[in-house]
Structure formats: structure tokens, C-alpha cells
């Protein structure tokens, strides 16, 4: 079983920067690829970035690409996701998953992920 533990959200202006960060335990963190996702009031969720467990192969929604970095610590069995220049279109409840694959193993597919974080709210006002 793996647990996740999300933190770093808050009330920022357009403009501002956060970074949430998310601590797994449990099993092997190097074999997790890891999301994350984001469910504004009224939508469905969405996602945001991934990044694989080894060689740390990452990709992004177009509506978050070269604003928000997506990392991780292997040591430290946390990934981070460091946002730039927040919109107030970011505004969501934002939650980190982790899928039980191999290596290399990426996903845009919410259904792709075994495990979830309780999320962190995320509000920017503009």
C-alpha cells in the first residue's frame, strides 16, 4: 500500500509562484510514476504533469507547458510541482497520484494511477 500526502497549496495573486509537494510511503518509490492531476469546482478532473520513477521522462497539459516543472527525489520519496506564473484558470483542488509500473512507465490517464493524495486547494485570485 502506498500513501500520499500532498502540501503547498494556498491563496496566491495572478503572476505568483507555489510549489506543492507530495511524500509517498510505502513501497519502492523508483517504481512509481507519478501525476498530477487538478478538479476545479464544476469539472471533471484533469491532468497536469508525469514524470517517470528512474530516468525522470516528463510531460505536461498544454495549459500548464513552460509554466509549471514537475520533479522528484528519489531519496526523499517526494515529487514536487513547482508553478510559475499562476492564472486564476489554475484555481483547483490539486491531487498527486502515484501508478505501480516499472522504471520508465508515464501516464496522461487519470485511470492509469492506483493511489491518491487527499489533494490541496490551490485558489489565485486575479
Known amino acids: 500500500q502506498v500513501q500520499l500526502v500532498e502540501s503547498g497549496g494556498g491563496l496566491v495573486r495572478a503572476g505568483d509562484s507555489l510549489r506543492l509537494s507530495c511524500a509517498a510511503s510505502g513501497r519502492d518509490f523508483t517504481h512509481f510514476a507519478m501525476g498530477w492531476f487538478r478538479q476545479a469546482p464544476g469539472k471533471e478532473r484533469e491532468f497536469v504533469a508525469t514524470?517517470?520513477?528512474?530516468?525522470?521522462?516528463?510531460f505536461y497539459a498544454d495549459s500548464v507547458k513552460g509554466r509549471f516543472t514537475i520533479s522528484r527525489d528519489n531519496a526523499k520519496n517526494t515529487v514536487y510541482l513547482q508553478m510559475n506564473d499562476l492564472k486564476s484558470t489554475d484555481t483547483a483542488v490539486y491531487y498527486c497520484?502515484?501508478?505501480?509500473?516499472?522504471?520508465?512507465?508515464?501516464?496522461?490517464?487519470?485511470?492509469?494511477?492506483?493511489?491518491w493524495g487527499q489533494g490541496t486547494q490551490v485558489t489565485v485570485s486575479s
Open positions: 497520484a502515484a501508478a505501480d509500473r516499472n522504471l520508465y512507465y508515464t501516464s496522461r490517464l487519470s485511470g492509469s494511477y492506483e493511489y
Open positions: 514524470i517517470s520513477g528512474s530516468d525522470g521522462v516528463t
